[in-house]
């Protein structure tokens, strides 16, 4: 009794006979392989194999998936991508063929770990790292990062509710002056309407200033404040600015400010806000997650 070909070695078969078709028949060259005719025929017609197909066309969707995120999105949302497609693949078939495709999301930054200090004298650490709140505008995060373009520095404040992660408020202007953090804070207090929101930032002097407590002060806002030096503290404001950077920032160098706020404003409000999935939401965007919350209310 002979053994039964491997799929491979009768694939390497038929395209041997494919490729000496003209000089020998297909017949003789049937028998000499062990291969059946019938076979051979029917590769012809669908030479790739139906799990190959099948690879090809979720590959097609994965890139889709890939360069909508802008290179950032792994193989496990991806997979959420695809499951609301109506798609049943698993995540390790999705994750071979990007490996096997090259596709491999960018990494993070390591936030670099400050040793704990003494609490500030001005305002007190009221969140103490509670970052996970049961509802909107209970508790508030702040804080200012930069950017680099060709015309000069950039600023960028924003103001983030902890309930779903969205940027609730956010501003830019050229400099660091104080003006920055109320503008971003005052479209964060006119879309949300706040009430007794903790709102916690760093120790940075835009936020130690009588302004911006007289300010909290008149909008229903309760200070609080990272210790010294602690950017753990902060941590959530600290990822967001993190994923901003490896997402869009760092692929690009801006020719002018106006350039980058438009980019920025197309990533807080198009991509983060929208559609980017958050694996502390459960692999859904900030406004979706606040979306459902309302309906279950």
Known sequence: M??????????????????HSDEFSIKSMCDALGVARAGYYAWLDH??????????????LIRASFTASHGIYGAPRIFLDLRERGETCSKHRISRLMREN??????????????????????????QRQFTVSRRNEAWATDITYIRTWQGWLYLAVVMDLFSR????????????????????????????PRNTLIHSDQGSQYSGDAWRRYCKANHLEPSMSRK??????AVI???????????????????????????SDYIENFYNSVR????????????????HRRRK
């Not at 030479?47 to 097609?60: C, T």
């Not at 030096?229 to 902060?234: F, H, K, P, S, V």
């Open 2 to 19: 002979s053994k039964t070909k491997s799929p491979s070695k009768t694939k390497q078969a038929y395209q041997f006979i494919e490729a």
């Open 229 to 234: 030096g602690n950017c753990w503290d902060n």
């Open 47 to 60: 030479p790739v194999s139906d799990r190959a197909q099948e690879d090809a066309r979720l590959l097609k």
């Open 238 to 264: 600290e990822s967001f600015f993190s994923s901003l950077k490896k997402e869009r920032i760092k692929k690009r160098f801006y020719a002018d400010r106006e350039t980058a706020i438009q980019d920025l």
């Open 166 to 193: 969205k940027i609730v408020g956010w501003a830019v202007k050229s400099t660091i002056h104080q003006e920055l953090i109320l503008e971003a804070i005052t479209k964060a207090v006119r879309s949300r309407r």
């Open 102 to 127: 090259g596709l491999q999301a960018l990494h993070g930054y390591r936030i670099r770990h400050v040793p704990v200090s003494k609490a500030p004298a001005l305002i007190p650490n009221l969140l």
């Open 277 to 292: 999935r958050h694996s502390y939401l459960g692999g859904i965007s900030p406004n979706q997650f606040e979306d459902a």
